[in-house]
Structures are given as structure tokens and as C-alpha cells.
């Protein structure tokens, strides 16, 4: 019941996700009525969707904590019980994004060996797509933590994305080791100790210049960095899609009293380039972000989610389902002692 288009677009995309994976069933939870509804507006009738009543919603303005305990029957609450008790392999929200992560925290607790969760966020603005790790969940990490997505973020590059080897860097204020903050600084000296390919700082002029393709930091700093990257993106779109525009004009004015066909080829390449740009920037195309170092599988999607956002974050959810990520960050970080969780 959670996002800012739900329940129709998540109802949406929920029967978008059954019809393109064979064997794929999803549990709709929330408000009976409104998701029976959607679903008949839908002209759904098939029999790889069921409803699991949930009488509350969280709201995207409520304190996390405080609905979390408060509306034990919300959407959010009613859906992470049920991965805790193994009746569903995973969990997809587009709701309040800090209620997932505190329920999640609560109900399914951490990975044995893992501290403190984290979200993965997959950018793909710059030369290579690039996972950001963490980008809320966790405010004021700690050099094990970071560590710790180090590991995590490296393994769901590497079997969620096809990344071999992912390099990871760090995010800092400069490239020296002695540079930044007494986190930066304490992580940096750890990291040639755990075994992964890493890069050392990054600054983030650097991010999207295809350095790494992991990049670790706290929450705080990490959601900064992503509603930047989000709003700029979005903005230079717009930019572009208005130069582009007036040069198609241009062109197809001066081709009018040529060629008359040409002018239908030149729109239609304008069009073709924006939507390729569009689709590159569109948080659409991923769907959602893993919260990673949770005992269950849990993905975060962005409020604005419309059926092709839902649909791809519930395909991400069944797709590490079935890699069992989980197990592998369990068996890693116990082959590294010193991110042993205390």
C-alpha cells in the first residue's frame, strides 16, 4: 500500500512481473477491497496472485520507528513476517523507505557476521553502471561497516550484475589515505586486509569515470549523493531533450522544402537518441534497491514507482531469491575474521 501511485501501479505491476516469469507468484498485501478492486479494473483472472489483508499503511511522512510499532497491521509489517516465517521468498516496498528498513531490522534481524544493513543503489549516468552502498539505511556507519558492504555490495555486482572481480572504492574527499574523516580515514587502513579488489579513494568528481564498480560510504553521505545524481540527471535530460529539439526543428525546417520524408527521419531519430538517454537515467529500468545484510530478501523501490518500476524490482527480488545471496555474504565474511560482527 506503500508509494505514491499505490495500490494501482503496484497492482500493476505485480501482474506485469507474473506474465513475463514463468512459475512466479506474488502476494499482494494491503487492503483487501482496494487490491481486488485493481485487479479487476486490471482484468486480472489468473491464479499466480493472492491477497494477504492488511487493515494499516504507513505513510510516507511518518515517523519510521513509531508506525513501525504502532500500526502492527500494516502492509509493511504484515509483509516482512511473512518472509520471516518463510511464507514468501522476498519482500518489495515503494512505501516510506525508513519503515522498511526498521522493520526489516526488526522482524528478519541481521546476516550472522553482519552489523548493520545497507542499500545498494545501482547508478547508471555515468561510463559503466555503478552500485553506491549506502544510501540511507545507516546514518552513522563505522569502519566495519563499510567493510562490510564492501563484501556485500562486491558479491551482488558480481552475481546480480555479472560484474568479475568488481573493483571498490572508497568515497572521500581525496585520493591520499590520510585525507577525510576519522571514518574515512580508520576504513581506508582496513581495507587492504579483506581480500577484495580495492581501489582505494574516491573523490567524487570520479564516481561516474568507470574507476570502480562499487563504491562504499555511509548512509548520510551516500542518500546526498543519490538525490543529487537523481536531480541533476533529470535536469540535464530536460536540458538535452530541448537543445535536441530545436536542432531537429532546424534541420527539418531546412529539409522541408527539399525533402519531405526527411523530416520524418530526423524526428524519428531525435526521438530514438532521447528515449535510449531516457531509459539510461530512468529509475524505472532497475526498480529498486537490494537493503543488503538482512536475514530475507528486501527491495527498496523509489515513492514515484509506476507498474515497470514494480515489476522490476519484484523480477530483482525473485532473482536474488533464488542466488541466495544471503548465504554467500554469510559464508564470505566468515572467511574474513576481522568483519566479524561483535
Avoid at 222 to 232: M, R, S, Y
Wanted: hydrophobic share 45%.
Amino acid at each position: 500500500m506503500g508509494g505514491d501511485r499505490a495500490p494501482a501501479e503496484v497492482v500493476r505491476g505485480a501482474i506485469r512481473a507474473v506474465e513475463e516469469v514463468e512459475g512466479l507468484r506474488v502476494d499482494l498485501v494491503g487492503a483487501e477491497a482496494d487490491i481486488r478492486q485493481e485487479l479487476e479494473a486490471a482484468g486480472w483472472q489468473g491464479e499466480s496472485i493472492s491477497l494477504v489483508p492488511a487493515t494499516e499503511a504507513i505513510g510516507m511522512g511518518e515517523s519510521p520507528v513509531e508506525a513501525v510499532r504502532a500500526k502492527k497491521d500494516s502492509s509493511i509489517v504484515v509483509g516482512l513476517k511473512r518472509v520471516r516465517d518463510g511464507k514468501s521468498s522476498a519482500f518489495v516496498s515503494a512505501g516510506n523507505t525508513g519503515a522498511a528498513v526498521a522493520a526489516s531490522s526488526l522482524f528478519l534481524r541481521t546476516l550472522p557476521e553482519v552489523t548493520k544493513a545497507g542499500i545498494a543503489v545501482v547508478l547508471k549516468v555515468g561510463v559503466k553502471p555503478l552500485i553506491l552502498m549506502d544510501v540511507g539505511a545507516n546514518v552513522e556507519a563505522k569502519p566495519e561497516h563499510l567493510l562490510q558492504y564492501a563484501v556485500m555490495a562486491g558479491l551482488y555486482a558480481s552475481l546480480i550484475h555479472s560484474v568479475e572481480d568488481p573493483a571498490v572504492g572508497l568515497l572521500n574527499i581525496g585520493e591520499e589515505g590520510a585525507k577525510g574523516n576519522r571514518l574515512a580515514k580508520e576504513t581506508h587502513d582496513r581495507f587492504g586486509d579483506i581480500g577484495i579488489n580495492f581501489q582505494g579513494n574516491i573523490e567524487a568528481v570520479e564516481l561516474f569515470r568507470g574507476k570502480c564498480d562499487v563504491v562504499v560510504c555511509d548512509g548520510f553521505t551516500g542518500n546526498i549523493v543519490l538525490k543529487l545524481a537523481e536531480g541533476l540527471a533529470e535536469r540535464l535530460f530536460l536540458l538535452f531533450e530541448e537543445g535536441a529539439s530545436e536542432v531537429a526543428s532546424s534541420i527539418a525546417g531546412i529539409a522541408d522544402s527539399a525533402q519531405g520524408e526527411l523530416k520524418e527521419v530526423i524526428s524519428q531519430q531525435v526521438q530514438s537518441g532521447l528515449s535510449r538517454l531516457g531509459s539510461r537515467i530512468d529509475y524505472a529500468e532497475s526498480g529498486g534497491a537490494p537493503l543488503l545484510g538482512v536475514n530475507g530478501t528486501v527491495i527498496v523501490s523509489h515513492g514515484r514507482s509506476g507498474a515497470r518500476a514494480i515489476s522490476n524490482a519484484i523480477q530483482l527480488a525473485n532473482k536474488m531469491a533464488e542466488v541466495d545471496i544471503n548465504g554467500l555474504i554469510v559464508q564470505n565474511l566468515r572467511a574474513k575474521d576481522s568483519l566479524a560482527a561483535d
